[in-house]
Structures are given as C-alpha cells and as structure tokens.
C-alpha cells in the first residue's frame, strides 16, 4: 500500500474537467500495465484514486475527469509535480485473443479512456486484425475526447470511427442518437467479432444487448466494471460484486460473468 | 509468562476490565481472569463468579487476535514535501509478541485472515510481520459460551495444530495445564518453565474435557452446501425480515474474527508538509461502503446484512476456500437487538412459500380471484 | 364466470383492443387473469423473460432503469388504461427495462407467451397484434424523442 513517486511530464486538457496526465518515474518504475488495467494515483495529502491507464508509450498516461477532491487534485497537477501511483491492477482487455478477428470498440463518455492504449495497439499491429470499428458515444460535442486523435485513427489505422451524441447544438453534423444505433451502422461480422465496451454501467447493458441481437457470442463481448476501490489488492473488501473482487478479478469481464453478477438486485 | 516475555515480545492474553474478558497486555499470570467464566446469549454479555481458580474457565469476549494483526488504526505510509515533491516513508509496524489463551475458533480465525492478508501477491506487511513474530499459545476450551458453534464450523473445541503450545486447563483437586507442543518454538519455551511428562490419564481427562464441551454446544448451523443454498436465497422474504431488526451499527463486523474490509484516510499536519495515509477498520454495514458515483449500491439495510451474511457463509468460499465463519458466536452476543446467525440460517433454508405475510419482492404481481 | 366476463369487458373496452373481433378478444381475455401489484414491488425487471404483459386497471406504474448505485432513473409512467409491455411480442423477448407499481396496480395480467404461440399458427391474428402493439411502440418513441428534447431549458443559469 505504499505508492511509488511518479512525475508529471506532459498535461493535456482534453476537456473543461478532463485532463491527460502522461509520468515518469522518481524511483523503481511499477511494471508495464496491460490494456484496461489501472493505477492508484495519489495526490499528496488528498486521497488516492483508481484511474485507468490511457496510453503505455511514450509515456505512461491517464485521463482523469474531475469530480471529486482526488481527482481535481491530481487533475490540478503540473509538469514537474509529483504524485503518487501504485499498480498496474486487474484483468484488462485481451487484445491477443481477439487477433485473427473483427473488433468493435466502443467507449461512452469518460469510458473512451481506458479503451484508448487497445486502439492504439492495434494501430501498430494493424494486419493482426480484420475489420475494426470505434464507436463513439459522447453527451454532447463539447464532451468528445480525444477529438483530434479521431482522424488519426480513421487515417493511420484504417479503422471504422463512428461518433453520435446525445445531443448537439445546430451546425453539428454528425450523428444524434444513442450509441447502440452505431452498433447496426458498423461494418464488422459479427461471426468473427470481438468486442470491447467500456463506459457508465447502463450504456454497456445496452450496448452488451445490441452486439448479441447482431450476432456477436455473449462469451466476446467484452464489458469494464466499475466499484468502490480502496486499496485494489483485494484486502479492503469495497469492491465486492457477489464472489468476485472487481479488482482482481475485473475490472474487465466477459459480458455472460458480468450479467450474472449484475443481476442480483441491490436495493 | 516471563519467558513470553523474554526479548521484549508483548504478552497479549485476556484479562478483566470494563465488565468483560478483553485481550490487553498482561505484566503477568496474576492479570488473567481467575475464576471468572461468562455467560453469552443473543445480545448478551455477563462476567460471572466462578467457584474455583480457572485461568481460562471463559470463552470469547469482544476481542479477538484481529486487533494485533489486522489493528483498528494502521499507519501505511508517512510522507514529507520537498523542494521537488515529496518523500514516501512506509513506517515499521512490527511489535512481536506472544498471544496467549488462542480458542480454537479464533485460531482457525487467524488461519482465515491469512489467506486474506499473508498468502496473498499483496501481502500486507503489517499483518505478515506481526504474524510471523507472534508466538501462538492456545488454550482448549472447556466452558463453552450458549453463543458457540465452533462444532458446526468444524473449527472446535480443540485445536489440533497452528499453535506453539495449547493449554488444557484440569481442577480436579489439583489446578494443572495439560500442555501440547506444536513447534521448537514452543519445545525451548516450555524447557523453561517447571514441567512434567504428561501422563496417558492426564492425556485422557485432557481430552475428556473438549468431549465434555462439545457436548455442551448448543447451537447448530447446517454447513452441508451452504455455499449454493445460500447464492438460491437471494430474494428470500427472511431478508426483509431481518432487516427489521438489524440496525447496520456495525458491531457484528467489529467483533468478527476474521471480517478484514478497511478504510483508508489521509491526513495532513497544519502546515501541509507532512501528509499521511491510515488505514482503519471499515464494515460493510455502513452506508458509505458501496458508494460509488454519488450513490451507494447497497441503500438499504437488508441488503446490507445480505451482503455480509451471505459472503461470510457463502462467497467467501469462493473467495479462499475456506468458510468465512468459525463459530465463536460473538456476533450474536455483541449484536443490540440480538440477531442470531445461526437462526438466520435456519430461516433461510425454509421455503419461502411458508413464510410469513411478507411476499417476496421477486413474486411481482399477487393473483387474486 | 364473473372474473371472466370482467376481464373481457376491460379488453374490449381498452382503445388498442376495442375494434378486434371479437374472436380475439375472447382468445385474449381467456390468457387473462386479474392481479394486484403492492405499491413499490415490481412487475418485471430488465433482462427477464417477457412473458407476460398488463392491462391497467388503476394506479400507476413507473417504467425505470436501475443504475449501479442509487435510486432507479424513471423514463416514465403510465397509469389506468394503459398497456405495459410489448418485449413480449418482439425478439428477444426480453424485458427491456424495469417496471415497478407507484401506486396500488389492480391490473389484468395476459399471458403473452401464449399469445405468441397462437401469433405463430394463425398469422392474421399475429398481423392484428403486431399492428396495435407496434402502435404502441411508435407512440412511446415519438413521446420519448420529445422528451430528449430538453425543452423547457435549464433554470439554473
């Protein structure tokens, strides 16, 4: 439970209340994390936080959005400020096992941030993978992130981006509809699709709904949970669904294991 | 008790104070509670006068060994500001000491504990050095509380293993422990102190004595699948029931052996210099538990003592492998309004069709005619 | 019996189902029943299998989604006359969200499986169905899409 110091080397305000901290590290480095997996990130004498990890290279990244007194320290962070961060945590996404295949992204609202470092992964290994489709469910366009990586993705690695909000001014000429309608207007085969769907919980219930009426296997739809988490080692017992510790045994999971547990009714 | 204390390990054994059998640090045998014994039952708790010397002639009380290996209050990290940052101090948390009077129960508890805190990829390195200093004296019980129900649990009421020494304590005109060593630790600790060879009868009356408590247990839970027939309860109408009763004040989790869910907060000095993380005892009682997002997923009391209940006799097992109970029963003697779990259990593995009025909340809509 | 004759008025009283013949609506009514629902407990819950759906008789019923943590998120309610559910009538077959009693629900329960099952043999039944519930469906989407709307601004400047 000791965190490991770490500096900030670059700042992005992706959005009003959303920044990218990309660091580096003061002493022993934490190991590399995998896709989906996440820090604990400690603002000194604040509190600390599980954040998701947004890119591996060059730096180590994390988009935070500030909505609480953790994260609008950590998101008040400079470049040469120093944090706290403990890690690499949980089951993240399994880009290896969805190689040979189509795959489907898809990322609502903040949930575009732990999807990102898979996006770019494939980018580097784009012939490991058939079709690849990113869709894009934002809230409005002033709360789209990562805007203008978009058109790299679509250039560089020739991927299907899809973007719709709930809601936009006159003069937006995208797509205004929930991000299930992307599912149906995505080109992937849903026989040979793995898909990754990370965003606010009932988004990927729906989304989840959407891919199995298309066609995709229950046991590839792949959804990130998210609970209550202190220490992330499975000892303080907040993030508890049923048997499973989300952050030993999630955050990731396959949509079949995560309904089961969402299906018992808290109340 | 000089020899426990030998190297300046602590002597931690129950004594009186405050109405009631504590785990404290003993000066030496004169602190253990002779001739007091104690009678539980569901939210009840008395000292009562025995009519002999018994050191041990008790059970439980609102302590258990948790307290020194997994402390209410943990200091995890001290950190200081610099000119660049700040530093990261991880203190030393270590205090060997010797635990004296273990139950069965309680010494199963600690094995449970481990698997949360010691073999773990995450060992805590408070609870794995305290842990590994302590040296375990257990004693076997004898007078068994009407809250116990180690003999379901298959946790008592005699240890077989885990401890350095266990005592069996014998009045039958001559006051004497009958002592089994389980380590070299407890072999050089017993070479010592003046001692005989055991004899076979003394071995006899020994085992005499956990027969004769055993015999005296009174409560029961049926473990035999218990893990499945709980996960089938889920919409049971017996959790609107208790939920009536429980007032989420937590005492359950406090006084439980081997509940191990924390908190963690952080705090600075004045001047904003030196900040530092402590980690204190949290239960899944309270409301904040679950809060995530503005909300907490588990709002109401029911489904907060389902969350408890049904982890501690049902996904733990998932968990460890290993039940999350032993059977010391101190939940049901600490709990205000006297929940007692091992009727819970009970109403739980009934058909629902025969409860009450209360319908359950999953049968949705009530044919009438 | 008089519970039947009950059941059959309500049905062929309701303004979806008033002009069927009446053929289906002795069909519908004999897949009925008469149920109460307690205020706060539930008719359906997302994910289960649509089986059934409900006439309202009085009291209200509240369509939600449950999020992780915290109260359900009401999209909205529907009171006496009403028809709650058509999942019953389209693949999956699943519920799709949560319905909950506001209000003591008297309301007449029909069994849309079996229902179903009778769509499959006789066709022009199934067509006469599909008709009025889709107009259903329509009318609760373009109620929605206004609601998305946002029209009545934000007062908290």
Known sequence: ?267 | ?369 | MAATRTIRELIAEHPLLADLPAADIDLIAGCGQNVHIATGRHLFHEGEPADTFYLVRSGRVAIEVAPPAGPSLIVSTTGPESLVGWSWLFPPYRWQLDARAVDEVSAIAIDGACLRGKCESDNELGYRLMQRFAQLAVDNLLAARRQLLDLYGDNSG
């Open chain 2, 1 to 369: 008790m000089q020899a426990l204390a030998r190297d300046g390990r602590t002597v931690l054994g129950p004594t009186v104070r405050d109405g009631a059998i504590v785990i404290d640090e003993l000066d030496s045998a004169a602190d253990l509670p002779a001739g007091w014994g104690d009678e539980q039952g569901p939210g009840s708790y008395r000292l009562v006068r025995r009519d002999d010397e018994a050191r041990f002639g008790h059970v439980v009380g609102p302590h258990s060994w948790k307290s020194e290996l997994f402390p209410p209050r943990t200091l995890l990290v001290h950190s200081t500001r610099t000119a660049d940052g700040f530093t990261v101090e991880p203190p030393d948390n270590r205090r060997p000491a010797a635990f004296v009077g273990v139950r069965p129960c309680d010494l199963r508890a600690i094995e449970t504990q481990d698997l949360v805190f010691d073999d773990t990829d995450h060992p805590d390195p408070t609870y794995r050095n305290r842990r590994a200093d302590a040296v375990v004296v257990a004693v076997q019980c004898t007078d068994p509380a009407a809250t116990c129900f180690c003999t379901s649990m298959g946790t008592g009421p005699r240890s077989t293993s885990g401890f350095d020494l266990a005592l069996t304590e014998i009045l039958d005109g001559r006051h004497r422990f009958v002592i089994e060593i389980g380590s070299e630790t407890g072999r050089e600790l017993i070479a010592t102190v003046p001692h005989t060879e055991a004899t076979a009868i003394d071995l006899e009356i020994a085992q005499a004595r956990s027969d004769d408590a055993a015999a005296h247990i009174v409560r029961r839970v049926d473990t035999d699948g218990l893990p499945a027939r709980l996960a089938a309860t889920l919409e049971h109408p017996q959790w609107d029931n208790v939920a009536e009763r429980c007032l989420t004040c937590a005492n359950c989790t406090m006084v439980c052996p081997t509940c191990f869910c924390s908190a963690v907060e952080d705090r600075t000095d004045l001047t904003g210099d030196h900040a530092e993380r402590w980690r204190r005892w949290d239960s899944c009682f309270t409301l904040d538990h679950s809060y995530m997002n503005g909300a907490s997923v588990r709002s109401s009391s029911g489904s907060r003592y389902r969350q408890w209940l049904t982890h501690k006799f049902g996904t733990w097992h998932d968990q460890f492998g290993v039940s999350g109970c032993t059977g010391c029963g101190r939940c049901i003697a600490w709990c205000p309004v006297g929940i007692d779990v091992t009727e819970e259990l009970s109403a739980l593995a009934s058909d629902p069709a025969s409860e009450g009025t209360v319908p359950p909340e999953g049968a949705g809509p009530q044919e009438v005619q």
């Open chain 1, 1 to 267: 439970m000791v965190p490991s110091r770490y500096r900030v080397v670059d700042r992005v305000e992706e959005l009003a209340d959303t920044v990218t901290l990309a660091v580096e590290p003061v002493d022993e480095p934490v190991a590399a994390p995998g896709h989906g997996q996440f820090n604990m990130l400690w603002a000194f004498g604040v509190g600390e936080v599980p954040i998701s990890v947004s890119a591996r290279s060059p730096y180590l990244a994390h988009t935070i959005r500030a909505d609480g007194a953790t994260t609008t320290a950590l998101c008040s962070l400079t470049p040469g400020d120093m944090l706290g961060l403990r890690g690499p945590f949980g089951v993240g996404w399994d880009l290896d096992a969805a190689a040979g295949g189509d795959l489907v992204v898809i990322g609502g609202g903040i949930g575009l941030a732990p999807v990102r470092s898979v996006i770019r992964a494939v980018i580097a290994e784009r012939d490991r993978f058939g079709h690849v489709s990113v869709l894009i469910g934002a809230r409005s366009p002033d709360s789209l992130l990562y805007r203008d990586e978009l058109a790299d993705w679509r250039r560089d690695g020739d991927i299907e981006v899809l973007v719709t909000v709930d809601s936009a001014p006159s003069g937006w000429t995208g797509d205004v509809g929930v991000v299930t309608t992307l599912v149906d207007a995505a080109g992937f085969d849903p026989s040979r699709t793995t898909a990754m769907v990370c965003g606010p919980e009932i988004m990927m219930r729906f989304s989840a709904l959407a891919l199995i009426g298309r066609g995709v296997a229950a046991e590839r739809v792949k959804v990130s949970l998210e609970r209550n988490m202190v220490c992330a080692v499975a000892q303080c017992g907040h993030c508890q669904i049923g048997p499973v510790f989300v952050c030993r045994e999630g955050p990731v999971f396959d949509w079949g294991a995560a309904r089961s547990l969402l299906e018992v009714r808290q109340r």
